[in-house]
């Protein structure tokens, strides 16, 4: 089948290789790759931040505005890593020593221009196309950061272009003045709720999600939730009032990097004799003697991941013969709670206060089971690295969490489907109760060997989002 083309440019501010905080740069960075698999062309546009002005010796110049919000700027074009790359340089915002959001006394004050600057010029690329030809159809612009691009297309024209904003997290909103609207260039007789006004200011999210011809977030329970006042942190009335126009799209992971095959001690769903050679490397890295199932936790430690419910599930776990081998960094009081675990514990419970990814790939190959309680989860990595490793997901039944994973209860397991264990809500008996189904699941070695393979045999890669957004972009430009 004939598959119809079309470009995309994506405006974000962050991507991988380039520079990543989080998963956005990881979406941002996989979808021109799986994209271009479906014959569509996508460019990324980001600032350059410091770390990457040395990169701009290799690239050409494709589009030059001489007062960008207090200085000259200009896109640069190259590749990088196979992604063509479009990098917005304007020294006066972002070549500076620090990190992309904040400098050493936090947030950077300008961060409004900042980002306003790229979503303007993400803009102007639609409306004008670029020195090389290229013109987008599609403008995909991700959170806050470029959440002013649609509407600066809204108001001062978009060269037919269609927009989509991605929400990866509601949690930042880019809040600012509203005596900086004209600063912005953003129209004053658009300042009432409906548009631009936000509680009194504005939010280049919220500018977004009203301009924007569609919305997307990254599960499609997430997408539900926003709508709610418990999950849509003020924003639930704007996102409710834009619900046809709202759609959720998993994320993937990609699949060569995040394979039990490429391990040091390889396996796969049809022989999976190495997973013990693993987890007997993982209890000597964690010094761990568990008889029962052993759990591990890769994750922030924040209230948002419900780590605090760990310490109160803990005992009966460990007491029916489980353990658990912690990875990670975050509040101080959770990393206090989970070191005292390690010591009421001993052989029982480890844990590794730090960020560490080769750690992390050693721990889903060797561990059973990964838990991830989360309050609230846009989508969810750990959770699919769990399915690709076999180390069951327990889960909160919450966003991309819900959207993922197959409850192993009687009709699942009749089925032939289940992938993981669910729970809901997200507090100490509901988890404490899918504890012992793990314990129990686990001392059934054929139930336990079917979840592991039904998990590992469930699909986590780029293919199906990126035909969903193919599809998406197909509808816009129709
Ligand atoms: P969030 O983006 O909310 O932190 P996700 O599950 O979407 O949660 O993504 C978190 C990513 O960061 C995953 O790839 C996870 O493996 C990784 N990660 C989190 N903490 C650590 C850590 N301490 N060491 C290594 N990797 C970590």
Redesign the pocket.
Known sequence: METARGRVLSVASECVPLLKT??LADVVGALPGALAAEGWEMRVLMPCYRPLKWRLEEMEEVFAEADLFGGPGRVMAGEVAGRKMLLLDAPHLYDREGGPYAGPDGDWGDNAQRFAALSWIGARIAREGLGDGWRPDVVHAHDWQAGFTPAYMDYWGSGGASSVLTVH?IAFQGWAPASLLSALRLPPQEFHPAALEYYGGLSSLKAGLVSADHITTVSPTYACELMRPEFGMGLQGVIAQRAGQVTGILNGVDTDIWSPEVEERPYNAASLKAKAENRAVLSGAFKLSVPGPLAIL???LTY??GIDLIPEVLPDFIAAGGGLAV???GDAPLEAAMRELEVRFPGRVGV?I????G??HLMFAGGDAVL?PSRF???????M?GLRYGAVPVVALTGGLADTIINANPAAMAAGCATGLTFHPTEPPAFAEALRRLIHLHADPAAWETVQRNAMRHPVGWETSAAAYAALYRELMA
């Open positions: 989080g998963g997290n890769v994750s922030r948002q991941k990875l990670g960094t590794r730090g960020y560490d990814e750690l992390s991830v989860e846009p989508c969810g990595l750990t959770q690295y």
